[in-house]
């Protein structure tokens, strides 16, 4: 399984973009890059993933390192509803989830 | 379109007993993974059923042990239970490696052993 690094925690004010980054150097080429974030008192949320491209939906934005070694979740604008532990992971076939210790994104007003 | 359902939400047993814990999987998935996580810690992988079979073990005894059925809820069996065993037991479903698709997690039952 590949090793990810990520900081532990992070701060940010309402309103601010924040980028959470994560390590990854050990993946292999055909490891899909997810990121989930787990709010307290629930389960985790799925929030983005990809492969080698630049990816957006909704939620988020996830930059894809071009040796695909580091990513970064992009929140374009944080709002307390983003406070929680964010979680990288990288993916093998056939896919295993196996969480790390992920940052815990703490959101100011 | 009902996400992932857990039951029980909360469950109190007491030390060498054994619990059952159940999954509904979001509708269209036919994948269904656990995890327990300890307070303050990531959730850590139990195992994995597809086709009714376990397909993939982390790191865990035999006292836990699970079932697929035909219509692809699951459960989550525990035997001779340990103070340790204390957490919050997580189900998630999904598609049968499909790397390029999410995961979807229930709420969790939250297992405590006296």
């Known amino acids: 399984d590949a090793k990810t690094t990520q900081p532990n925690s992070m701060e940010s004010n309402e309103e601010e973009p924040v980028h959470l980054p994560c390590n990854h150097s050990?993946?292999?080429?055909?490891?899909?890059i997810h990121w989930y974030r787990q709010l307290p008192s629930q389960g985790p949320e799925y929030v983005i993933h990809?492969?080698?491209s630049n990816v957006n939906n909704r939620m988020a934005s996830l930059a894809i390192a071009e040796d695909r070694k580091s990513s970064t979740l992009i929140l374009h604008r944080a709002t307390l509803r983003d406070a929680a532990v964010y979680y990288c992971?990288?993916?093998?076939?056939?896919?295993?989830?196996?969480f790390g210790t992920g940052t815990r994104l703490q959101v100011f007003p | 379109d009902a996400g992932v359902t857990q039951s029980p939400t909360h469950l109190i047993k007491t030390r060498g007993q054994q619990v059952t814990l159940r999954c509904s999987p979001k509708s269209g998935h036919d994948t269904v993974s656990w995890y327990q996580q300890a307070l303050g810690q990531g959730p850590q992988f139990i195992f994995q059923y597809y086709e009714e079979e376990e397909r993939q073990r982390g790191n865990f005894p035999d006292r836990f042990s699970g079932h697929q059925f035909p219509n692809y809820s699951s459960e989550l069996n525990v035997n001779a239970l340990l103070l340790g065993d204390s957490a919050l037991y997580l189900c998630?479903?999904?598609?049968?490696?499909?790397?390029?698709?999410?995961?979807?997690f229930g709420s969790g039952t939250r297992l405590t052993v006296v």
């Open positions: 050990t993946i292999s080429g055909t490891d899909y």
């Open positions: 990809g492969l080698t």
């Open positions: 992971i990288p993916l093998p076939p056939p896919d295993k989830l196996i």
């Open positions: 998630a479903s999904s598609l049968y490696d499909r790397g390029n698709y999410g995961y979807t």
